[in-house]
């Protein structure tokens, strides 16, 4: 089953923040975040696992709520290099699969 | 970290003819190898898993017999795409579990005229 990305897509000044959401109907193992430019393969940006953690990189930073089978992308003080799909990967067991979200386009505008 | 050198980056074909897709893993051993297809402004979809020394498993709607797989070693996973038409134009990618997540090779796009 596909996780749920909203928004579909959002257009930001530069500076300004975002939340990009993931939610999936099934217990999840571990949530992945991903970054694509056009024409280019998917870059990681990071991996989650269930127990319920944050990590960052930078300004941009997730969280994953258990209960609610959630996870949150941050883009805080976005930069003109955050512009690109975000996609979620979803897995439910260990070395299962990935499942990706619908994806969400990210625009950032001087 | 972990590589996954996929080729060819891109290829053209015609319609009819088969195009085949490598994906090797560069520093681990790659027992499971995923394969993903990406129409434009779409998100990725996962056509097969690949184990080595056993059949793929298909994702429901995705021909076997259409798209080979084949995972010959534990670095090397291959995808073959048969008679291909116009329809198969798509980005595809590959991606091995390894120690930190998941892998991805940098993707072929694929065009069939």
């Known amino acids: 089953q596909q996780p749920v990305q909203s928004p579909q897509a959002v257009i930001l000044r530069e500076g300004e923040d975002a939340v990009i959401n993931c939610s999936s109907s099934?217990?999840?193992?571990?949530v992945h975040w991903y970054r694509q430019k056009h024409g280019e393969a998917p870059v990681f940006l990071m991996i989650l696992l269930k127990g319920g953690e944050q990590k960052g990189h930078d300004k941009i930073s997730a969280s994953f709520n258990e209960k609610k089978q959630q996870s949150s992308l941050y883009l805080t003080a976005s930069q003109l290099s955050y512009s690109g799909t975000y996609f979620c990967?979803?897995?439910?067991?260990?070395?299962?699969?990935?499942?990706f979200g619908g994806g969400t386009r990210v625009l950032v505008k001087p | 970290g972990a590589v996954v050198s996929q080729h060819p980056s891109w290829v053209i074909c015609k319609s009819g003819t088969s195009v085949k897709i490598e994906c090797r893993s560069l520093d681990f051993q790659a027992t499971t190898m995923f394969w993903y297809r990406q129409f434009p402004k779409q998100s990725l979809m996962l056509m097969a898993t690949?184990?080595?020394?056993?059949?793929?498993?298909?994702e429901q709607g995705v021909e076997k017999d259409k798209f080979l797989i084949n995972h010959a070693s534990l670095t090397l996973s291959t995808l073959t795409v048969t008679s291909a038409h116009p329809e198969d134009s798509s980005f595809y990618i590959c991606?091995?579990?390894?120690?930190?997540?998941?892998?991805f090779g940098s993707g072929t796009r694929l065009t069939v005229v």
């Open positions: 690949s184990n080595e020394g056993s059949k793929a498993t298909y």
């Open positions: 990967g979803t897995e439910y067991a260990a070395g299962n699969k990935l499942t």
């Open positions: 099934k217990a999840l193992y571990s």
């Open positions: 991606s091995a579990p390894d120690v930190y997540g998941y892998t």
